[in-house]
């Protein structure tokens, strides 16, 4: 069955880095893109960005250019994001989450989420 | 940027029709898809391609897009349905994802 395993809670101080894996299973890691979506405390679901793991091709949204990083290990199908300059804004749960070959269509399976808490 | 609006709230009682709306400027255009999210739990795909309901979603859940407006619909509304929905596109000039703010059902 397809799986998304995402690494543990996070406690960062402002102005830090944090980087956060997420593990396929039970899918061909590079017949699907994988997203990233966050979600602060009380608020709507948002859009981070996403990678193709056959290419490495990956795509931002506008609010996160310069900070963010995804990138892909085909060899033990993880993907990782790493999000800079830490802000308490950052604050939020942290989503991986399977998309289609190419990222234009819908996210079928989710992650558990990761906590990511920004705090001095 | 592509902006997807949905009301913050839908109340329905038990066995009610509920509707969940998504506009967005020509989304008929595009293919809009539906998520359930329970509190505490990470999104469920409920409705993709404007219309195609997911392996093991009830029947009572079906979508429409057209015009401006998309739209879920949640027949014979029942307890286990309270949650958040979310809509989402793909935006193809920009090659983003972009979600709708949801929107909360409370069943009354």
């Known amino acids: 069955q397809v799986q998304l395993v995402q690494s543990g809670a996070e406690v960062k101080k402002p102005g830090a880095s944090v980087k956060l894996s997420c593990k396929a299973s039970?899918?061909?890691?590079?017949?699907?893109?994988i997203h990233w979506v966050r979600q602060a405390p009380g608020q709507g679901l948002e859009w981070v960005g996403w990678i193709i793991p056959p290419s490495g091709d990956t795509n931002y949204a506008q609010k996160f250019q310069g900070r963010v990083t995804i990138t892909r290990d085909t060899s033990s199908n993880t993907v990782y994001m790493e999000l800079s300059s830490l802000e308490s804004d950052d604050t939020a749960v942290y989503h991986c989450a399977r998309g289609n070959y190419d990222s234009t269509g819908w996210a079928d399976f989710w992650g558990q989420g990761t906590l990511v808490t920004v705090s001095s | 940027s592509y902006v997807l609006t949905q009301p913050p709230s839908v109340s329905a009682a038990p066995g009610q029709t509920a509707r969940f709306t998504c506009g967005g400027n020509n989304i008929g255009s595009k293919s809009v898809h539906w998520y359930q999210q329970r509190p505490g739990q990470a999104p469920v795909l409920v409705v993709y391609d404007d219309s195609d309901r997911r392996s093991g979603i009830p029947e009572r859940f079906s979508g429409s897009n057209s015009g401006n407006t998309a739209t879920l619909t949640i027949s014979r509304v029942e307890a286990g349905d309270e949650a958040d929905y979310y809509c989402?596109?793909?935006?193809?000039?920009?090659?983003?994802?972009?979600f709708g703010g949801g929107t909360k059902l409370t069943v009354l």
């Open positions: 039970g899918y061909t890691f590079t017949g699907y893109s």
């Open positions: 989402q596109v793909w935006d193809s000039l920009t090659d983003h994802v972009v």
